[in-house]
């Protein structure tokens, strides 16, 4: 149980394009789902904290209007890098929350690397 | 300063060695701990929870220290497959804090 899936696992692009991510949770519902991002020998950094129904809570630092979030429903979550520029380019992580036995877990996607050209 | 702080490591092991390390948390509003093992390319898997002093899930033993504000984690019998970064995660206010990662490399 505790499935994520990431769609792409890997991405191509060319500086000034968009790029979408899907986040799927397979066998739970998420209400909140988060996004990461992380270079190389570095710490994931969430990026964003995306609830169902509502808008996404970005951290200090991210552009929203450049990292658009989408949670539209309680298993599905997208993040699109708008006007990729090649210092976009990253290793991304979506991550949906279970709870279990009152305890909180979360359970990472696969990722997604965007190379931005 | 960081709010979840490791030794990046290496750790060099020898296997069916014991390693163990820690890593310190600024929030001591901090509620929950988690290790993460991240292979190279890889997303993070869950390794272990810790949510009160400490559990043991086989060879791996996670203690919690709310005093001194750290988390170690102690792999028995290391066996080729441990060698990863296993990640200290302190989850506060609803998100999770991860730090930088400790490199392991299991020798034979």
């Known amino acids: 149980g505790a499935v994520v899936s990431q769609h792409p696992s890997w991405v191509i692009c060319k500086s000034g394009t968009s790029v979408k991510i899907e986040c799927r949770s397979l066998?739970?519902?998420?209400?909140?789902m988060f996004w990461y991002r992380q270079f190389p020998k570095q710490s994931l950094m969430l990026m964003a904290t995306?609830?169902?129904?509502?808008?996404?809570?970005?951290e200090q630092g991210v552009e929203k209007d450049k990292f658009l979030i989408n949670h539209a429903s309680l298993t599905l979550s997208t993040l699109t890098v708008t006007s990729a520029h090649p210092e976009d380019s990253s290793f991304y992580i979506c991550?949906?929350?279970?709870?279990?036995?009152?305890?909180?877990?979360?359970?990472f996607g696969p990722g997604t690397r965007l190379t931005v050209t | 300063r960081k709010e979840v702080e490791q030794d990046p490591g290496p750790f060099n092991v020898p296997e069916g060695a014991t390693v163990a390390f820690n890593c310190t948390y600024s929030?001591?509003?901090?509620?929950?701990f988690f290790w993460y093992r991240q292979d190279c390319r890889k997303e993070p898997k869950l390794l272990m929870s810790?949510?009160?002093s400490g559990n043991e899930d086989g060879r791996f033993t996670a203690q919690l220290n709310r005093a001194s504000q750290y988390i170690s984690l102690l792999i028995r019998d290391s066996k080729l497959s441990d060698s990863a970064t296993y990640l200290c995660?302190?989850?506060?206010?609803?998100?999770?804090?991860f730090g930088s990662g400790t490199q392991v490399v299991v020798t034979p």
């Open positions: 995306s609830n169902e129904g509502s808008k996404a809570t970005y």
């Open positions: 810790v949510y009160s």
């Open positions: 991550s949906a929350s279970l709870r279990t036995k009152g305890n909180f877990e979360q359970y």
């Open positions: 066998d739970f519902q998420a209400t909140t």
């Open positions: 929030n001591s509003a901090s509620q929950s």
């Open positions: 995660v302190a989850f506060s206010w609803g998100k999770l804090q």
